[in-house]
């Protein structure tokens, strides 16, 4: 069971009042020049509307360190429990 994650990315858009995607790429290993975007949801340890999630505006860079969690409607998604915003 995986335990801790951490992720980069762009914040996008908010989902379920709570969640917020965050936009990450990586290159394809078979194909180099192909690029390869995942939108993950992420919901602040809070629980709460009033967090840095969800307040910042679409597009920063955000480093998250987390784990993974499910929920029937959204899937799995990463419970942040530390974020880093770009400035």
Partial sequence: MI????????LNEIINEKFRLVKTSSEDAFQ??????SYIPVLYW????KNPLL???????IVIRGHLESDKKIGLYILAETI???K
Avoid at 32 to 37: F, N, Q, S
Avoid at 46 to 49: F, K, P
Avoid at 55 to 61: D, H, M, N, P, Y
């Fill in 3 to 10: 335990s801790s994650v951490v992720i980069t990315g762009y």
């Fill in 32 to 37: 180099p020049c192909d690029e390869l975007v």
């Fill in 46 to 49: 809070t629980r709460d509307q």
């Fill in 55 to 61: 307040s910042t505006k679409k597009g920063v860079f």
């Fill in 84 to 86: 880093q915003l770009s």
